[in-house]
């Protein structure tokens, strides 16, 4: 079944390969698009330039008569109080909210004890909210159904954000020297990128050197960042630190050119994508916020840099591919829980949800040319002049090749739950020694069969040459995602550990 898929995509896959002959070498990627370096200003670099010389004076006006004082966004400070009455209020707790404030001021013990069942439960949920704050993040709370939500969880989640937005306060005098500060980044992007007042020098591969670096990186790593953290499967530091290291290694692949790790490289594009897709999941499925305000600023965060950076060096914004991926992965997952989600909370109709994404995912990017016309309407934007025969192509290569990892990434979302339990039953202490040889043998055989796993993976498509392995890539990349984040937190230690 999966030669026979295989052979499919191969088919799909050399009608894109064959528009573009010198992919992964080509000069458009690897080289610079300004091999020689730029002296005229572009209309778009002298309005750029003009807006931030006006940016500058204000800020220098602002500085020697220290005038300008009043908040732009002014936000009232709540106290921890107010926060979780805020928080019972949101959960359609008043009544129990009030009742616990009353009962938190006068103390009574004899009072509690006459309390209801359903405000017992409220007040364990509420003392465990401070204590369960600290150890768990935005997106680190996942339940096994919606129904089955805790208010602890929720009471934890809108408290986060909450303490979050009382804690920013943003004056005219920190917009405007925060605008100067990103004028000089420009600034430098433009005269490396554009103006070139640098010399380039040529880039040499050694394999020694760079193996060398990887090792000294990773040794450093573990001899002196680690840090005790939350007992949480994929928490907040774990996935930072899994991101870290790969940037470090996207930087050392385009600096020292080491196209033999190419195929590796293609993995770690597809982790992003595979987080794209858990952690979006994770937020909408949790948080139930499909506000236009919240789409807005994940639009913000994923392209405000990009754009001005593209704007200042005259690049087209294809050229940032990544950003382009991340922003169409996050809308397609911001789609599939906004329509109809009000599905979302049950299992039958989410697994029509997922089918009908998995449909229409493979409709666009495994039909040759499909996505071409689907995406013709934004060639404005995703066009890219690399001398092919249609400006949609890099897009359509680029997107296609990962495919796949943003659905498994909200199919391990939607079943985190579940693995979660699994490993909270490995992880506990029984009473019969029995049972921990069972829970033992577990954990071994997993850890075996990851190891197998990974070693037929890295025999079987690793080995490939760059253009072969691009064809098995979008059906192969999930397997060492797969193993990573179960080796990663198979045990207690290791998730503790970042």
Same mark, same amino acid.
């Given at each position: 079944?999966?030669?026979?898929?295989?052979?499919?995509?191969?088919?799909?896959?050399?009608?894109?390969?064959?528009?573009?002959?010198?992919?992964?070498?080509?000069?458009?990627?690897?080289?610079?698009?300004?091999?020689?370096?730029?002296?005229?200003?572009?209309?778009?670099?002298?309005?750029?330039?003009?807006?931030?010389? +006006?940016?500058?004076?204000?800020?220098?006006?602002?500085?020697?008569?220290?005038?300008?004082?009043?908040?732009?966004?002014?936000?009232?400070?709540?106290?921890?109080?107010?926060?979780?009455?805020?928080?019972?209020?949101?959960?359609?707790?008043?009544?129990?909210?009030?009742?616990?404030?009353?009962?938190?001021?006068?103390?009574?013990?004899?009072?509690?004890?006459?309390?209801?069942?359903?405000?017992?439960?409220?007040?364990?949920?509420?003392?465990?909210?401070?204590?369960?704050?600290?150890?768990?993040?935005?997106?680190?709370?996942?339940?096994?159904?919606?129904?089955?939500?805790?208010?602890?969880?929720?009471?934890?989640?809108?408290?986060?954000?909450?303490?979050?937005?009382?804690? #920013?306060?943003?004056?005219?005098?920190?917009?405007?020297?925060?605008?100067?500060?990103?004028?000089? +980044?420009?600034?430098?992007?433009?005269?490396?990128?554009?103006?070139?007042?640098?010399?380039?020098?040529?880039?040499?591969?050694?394999?020694?050197?760079?193996?060398?670096?990887?090792?000294?990186?990773?040794?450093?790593?573990?001899?002196?960042?680690?840090?005790?953290?939350?007992?949480?499967?994929?928490?907040?530091?774990?996935?930072?630190?899994?991101?870290?290291?790969?940037?470090?290694?996207?930087?050392?692949?385009?600096?020292?050119?080491?196209?033999?790790?190419?195929?590796?490289?293609?993995?770690?594009?597809?982790?992003?994508?595979?987080?794209?897709?858990?952690?979006?999941?994770?937020?909408?499925?949790?948080?139930?916020?499909?506000?236009?305000?919240?789409?807005?600023?994940?639009?913000?965060?994923?392209?405000?840099?990009?754009?001005?950076?593209?704007?200042?060096?005259?690049?087209?914004?294809?050229?940032?591919?990544?950003?382009?991926?991340?922003?169409?992965?996050?809308?397609?997952?911001?789609?599939?829980?906004?329509?109809?989600?009000?599905?979302?909370?049950?299992? #039958?109709?989410?697994? +029509?949800?997922? +089918?009908?994404?998995?449909?229409?995912?493979?409709?666009?990017?495994?039909?040759?040319?499909?996505?071409?016309?689907?995406?013709?309407?934004?060639?404005?934007?995703?066009?890219?002049?690399?001398?092919?025969?249609?400006?949609?192509?890099?897009?359509?290569?680029?997107?296609?090749?990962?495919?796949?990892?943003?659905?498994?990434?909200?199919?391990?979302?939607?079943?985190?739950?579940?693995?979660?339990?699994?490993?909270?039953?490995?992880?506990?202490?029984? #009473?019969?020694?029995?049972?921990?040889?069972?829970?033992?043998?577990?954990?071994?055989?997993?850890?075996?069969?990851?190891?197998?796993?990974?070693?037929?993976?890295?025999?079987?498509?690793?080995?490939?040459?760059?253009?072969?392995?691009?064809?098995?890539?979008?059906?192969?990349?999930?397997?060492?995602?797969?193993?990573?984040?179960?080796?990663?937190?198979?045990?207690? #230690?290791?998730?503790?550990?970042?």
């Amino acid at each position: 079944m999966c030669k026979a898929i295989f052979l499919w995509r191969e088919k799909v896959m050399t009608i894109n390969i064959t528009m573009q002959p010198s992919f992964g070498n080509s000069a458009h990627l690897e080289g610079d698009k300004h091999s020689i370096g730029q002296h005229q200003f572009t209309q778009t670099q002298l309005i750029l330039l003009i807006a931030y010389l +006006i940016i500058a004076i204000v800020w220098l006006f602002n500085s020697l008569t220290f005038l300008t004082q009043v908040d732009i966004f002014p936000r009232k400070k709540n106290s921890s109080t107010d926060i979780l009455k805020s928080c019972l209020v949101e959960c359609n707790l008043t009544s129990e909210a009030q009742e616990y404030n009353s009962d938190k001021d006068k103390g009574d013990t004899e009072q509690q004890e006459d309390l209801s069942p359903k405000n017992e439960v409220l007040n364990l949920h509420t003392n465990n909210v401070s204590e369960d704050f600290k150890e768990r993040k935005s997106l680190d709370i996942h339940d096994s159904e919606c129904n089955n939500k805790t208010v602890s969880s929720h009471l934890t989640a809108v408290k986060h954000k909450r303490t979050q937005e009382a804690a #920013v306060v943003v004056t005219s005098s920190k917009f405007i020297s925060s605008l100067v500060m990103f004028g000089i +980044i420009m600034i430098y992007f433009y005269l490396c990128d554009y103006a070139k007042i640098f010399p380039q020098g040529e880039r040499v591969y050694s394999r020694d050197t760079f193996l060398f670096l990887v090792f000294i990186f990773f040794l450093v790593g573990c001899a002196f960042s680690i840090k005790p953290n939350p007992d949480i499967i994929l928490n907040r530091d774990q996935t930072e630190e899994w991101k870290g290291w790969m940037q470090v290694m996207f930087v050392w692949y385009h600096y020292f050119m080491a196209k033999e790790w190419y195929n590796w490289i293609r993995v770690y594009i597809a982790c992003y994508v595979w987080m794209t897709g858990f952690g979006n999941f994770s937020f909408f499925w949790i948080r139930n916020d499909f506000s236009a305000w919240r789409l807005l600023k994940m639009l913000f965060r994923l392209n405000f840099l990009v754009i001005f950076v593209a704007l200042t060096t005259a690049n087209e914004y294809m050229l940032y591919y990544i950003c382009a991926m991340h922003t169409y992965w996050f809308i397609s997952v911001y789609l599939f829980m906004r329509c109809f989600h009000s599905w979302n909370c049950n299992p #039958v109709l989410m697994t +029509i949800k997922f +089918i009908a994404y998995a449909v229409f995912n493979a409709i666009i990017f495994d039909i040759p040319g499909m996505s071409y016309i689907v995406f013709r309407p934004f060639s404005s934007i995703l066009g890219f002049n690399d001398n092919s025969t249609n400006i949609l192509h890099e897009w359509s290569f680029r997107a296609g090749l990962d495919h796949w990892a943003c659905f498994v990434g909200m199919l391990c979302a939607y079943n985190y739950p579940h693995f979660e339990a699994f490993m909270k039953y490995i992880d506990s202490k029984s #009473v019969q020694k029995k049972e921990d040889l069972t829970k033992t043998t577990l954990r071994v055989a997993i850890i075996i069969g990851c190891l197998l796993l990974m070693t037929w993976w890295y025999t079987t498509f690793m080995w490939k040459d760059k253009i072969a392995y691009n064809i098995t890539h979008p059906y192969s990349s999930m397997i060492p995602i797969m193993v990573f984040v179960v080796a990663r937190n198979i045990h207690p #230690v290791d998730r503790k550990s970042v």
